[in-house]
């Protein structure tokens, strides 16, 4: 049994680390679990663009329109945040795989400071590497214009348009998340509820923006496309459209508390947030807080 698939015991609250040094030795693995997360959702990524836009793929030119493609993106990639989410990797470390996420639990107090800047890195890191990895098993196929890394950059109707659509779908997205995600009874179906978000929005706001909702995610892209103008949008309006969504869930919620950060939390694996649910962590350590 290698490290990272190790169970350790916990209790409720798990103690956080004090310091940036002692939140690295003690969270290090599931800093380690987001990067990775995060890479295999850029290959997928790159993998699929490269089936459904590449000139010279038979996939191409079986579904010529072009609508449709982005239907069979939507339930690829949707899938593959579907399988993130439900990983033994994705349960123990929330599969946040997007700093925008990461700091709008901070936000709602449920990430210690530390930890959110390592998983912010460690994500980023990860889409990067992912590309590259990309790269190298696709060749030039995942350079080709046409696929240009899945990189994601504004449509037709420009930058106003983009911005304005990557808020409201990062909006959605964290609303869905956490009206799932911090309901007991609901909480196992959370990944599914994102990544029906995912599909949709693949299918339908692409055009707009190229359907990104992570900072990481479109800068690993743009680091092997050299496609740095427009990264700002991407930068700042999936956090802004999630943090409005975490407002609007303070200011409504009637008092319903946010419960976690883990995206699905009805698992053995051990929870490093500041967590709320009444169990937590292997079933031998599971005990009321």
């Not at 995600?181 to 509820?193: C, D, E």
């Not at 999630?242 to 200011?251: C, G, K, N, P």
């Amino acid at each position: 049994m290698s490290f990272l698939e190790s169970r350790v015991p916990v209790a409720i609250p798990d103690p956080e680390p004090s310091g940036l040094a002692a939140a690295f030795r003690g969270h290090w693995p599931e800093y380690l679990m987001e990067g990775a997360l995060l890479g295999v959702f850029m290959v997928s990524a790159c993998l699929f663009c490269v089936l459904l836009e590449h000139p010279s793929s038979p996939v191409r030119r079986v579904v010529p329109d072009a609508f449709l493609r982005r239907v069979l993106m939507g339930l690829a990639m949707g899938g593959t945040a579907v399988a993130i989410i439900y990983s033994p990797w994705g349960k123990r470390s929330g599969a946040h795989i997007n700093p925008a996420t990461t700091f709008t639990f901070l936000r709602l107090g449920k990430v210690a400071s530390a930890d959110a800047l390592f998983y912010a890195l460690a994500q980023c890191a990860g889409a990067v590497a992912g590309v590259l990895l990309a790269a190298l098993v696709l060749s030039d196929a995942v350079g080709h214009p046409s696929v240009n890394f899945a990189a994601t950059v504004p449509g037709e109707r420009g930058i106003a348009a983009a911005f304005l659509a990557e808020v409201a779908i990062a909006f959605v997205l964290m609303t869905v998340v956490l009206a799932f995600s911090s309901a007991p009874r609901r909480n196992r179906y959370t990944g599914l509820a994102a990544g029906a978000c995912v599909a949709l929005f693949i299918a339908f706001e692409a055009p707009f923006s190229g359907m990104s909702m992570n900072p990481a995610r479109s800068l690993g892209s743009a680091a092997s496309a050299m496609t740095w103008g427009s990264l700002w949008i991407y930068f700042t309006a999936p956090p802004i459209g999630m943090l409005l969504a975490a407002e609007a869930r303070v200011r409504l919620s009637r008092g319903s508390p946010v419960l976690c950060a883990k995206l699905h939390h009805e698992n053995p694996e051990r929870c490093i947030f500041r967590c709320a649910y009444p169990v937590c962590g292997p079933p031998a350590a599971r005990r009321l807080p």
